[in-house]
């Protein structure tokens, strides 16, 4: 665990450096997220009253 975080720590450096590429990527990130999960949004589910 702590060699994974050790890893990870340039690459959050890195991105603190450049916080306007790391919200432009994100950005890029959450609206791929949205348009997957709308793809593969089932049909929908009545919720139960």
Avoid at 25 to 37: E, G, H, P, Q
């Amino acid at each position: 665990f702590f060699s994974r975080l050790h890893y990870q720590i340039p690459r959050i450096q890195f991105f603190l450096k450049n916080k306007k590429l790391a919200y432009f990527l994100y950005n890029i990130y959450k609206s791929f997220n949205t348009k997957l999960a709308e793809n593969m949004k089932p049909v929908e589910i009545p919720s139960k009253q």
